[in-house]
């Protein structure tokens, strides 16, 4: 038969190379030299050899040689795993960026998406996801290989605060969708509110509380205290107007009887 001094390179990083799926060393090497024996069958075609090469974290390379290849040298390069990525968003329509590229809004998916892998630190390097939406809190995270895993699902937080009132006169009651505030440490009506975006601008609402105190001898009106957003503003105060009217009855009704009635 005849015979050949073949070399194998493999790129980018070194891998066991195999022949015919059999190794030809136990460890990863950057190159690698054999000499094959080539036949021919009965049809005058070449014995062909199939090569590979890898290791982890990278796809295997292959390649299949024959002795009639003009060239004994051959590369084998291993390409960094990839996989198809579906990013979903609670609420949906958020931006994604993956390592600062926009690949669109959400529901996204993002093809063939490469992950490069350390073998310094044997393990993959993760990529940042931030997720972008108007009235929303950026979110980022960060994902890997994860066993190849595709689907990813991120929820984006409403804005929130907590709040402290203040009333003048103290001890007011302080009402927001009909449920009384309670008195947070300092004893002043505390709550922490969420402020859901109301339309796809990120218009943020207003929340409006209720303030109000009667006691058996004094009455206030009522009250009504915006809050909006503010940038996060957490304290706020109102005054109440104390209701200087009293009812005071100043008719009565006497029934008389008049008539036969009356004689009786």
């Known amino acids: 038969p005849e015979s050949r001094l073949v070399t194998f390179n493999v790129a980018p990083v070194p891998g066991i190379i195999s022949v015919n799926g059999v190794p030809m060393g136990p460890d990863p090497v950057p190159q690698a030299r054999r000499e094959l024996e080539f036949t021919q069958d009965a049809n005058n075609q070449w014995t062909k050899y199939t090569i590979t090469a890898q290791r982890p974290g990278f796809q295997p390379a292959q390649t299949i040689i024959t002795f009639t290849d003009p060239q004994p040298d051959y590369t084998l390069t291993m390409q960094p795993m990839r996989k198809d990525l579906t990013i979903t968003t609670n609420p949906p329509g958020a931006s994604v960026a ?16 490469s992950f490069a892998y350390d073998i310094d630190a044997n393990q993959y390097l993760p990529r940042k996801i931030r997720v972008t939406k108007p009235g929303y809190d950026p979110v980022e995270t960060t994902i890997s290989w994860d066993d190849g895993k595709t689907d990813y699902h991120i929820a984006l937080k409403p804005k929130t605060k907590t709040v402290r009132i ?18 947070g440490d300092d004893g002043l ?24 105190k009667k006691t058996s001898e004094t009455e206030w009106y009522p009250a009504t205290l915006a809050i909006p957003w503010d940038d996060g503003k957490a304290n706020y105060s109102v005054t109440l107007k104390e209701v200087k009217t009293r009812p005071v009855p100043l008719l009565s009704v006497v029934l008389i009887l008049a008539g036969p009635l009356a004689l009786l």
């Open 98 to 113: 993956i390592d600062g590229e926009n690949v669109g809004v959400s529901p996204v998916t993002d093809q063939q998406r």
């Open 189 to 212: 009506p505390s709550a922490t509110l969420a402020y859901v975006p109301t339309d796809a601008k990120g218009t943020l609402p207003v929340i409006n509380a209720t303030v109000s």
């Open 166 to 183: 203040t009333t003048d006169p103290a001890g007011a009651i302080v009402t927001i969708d009909g449920k009384d505030l309670q008195p």
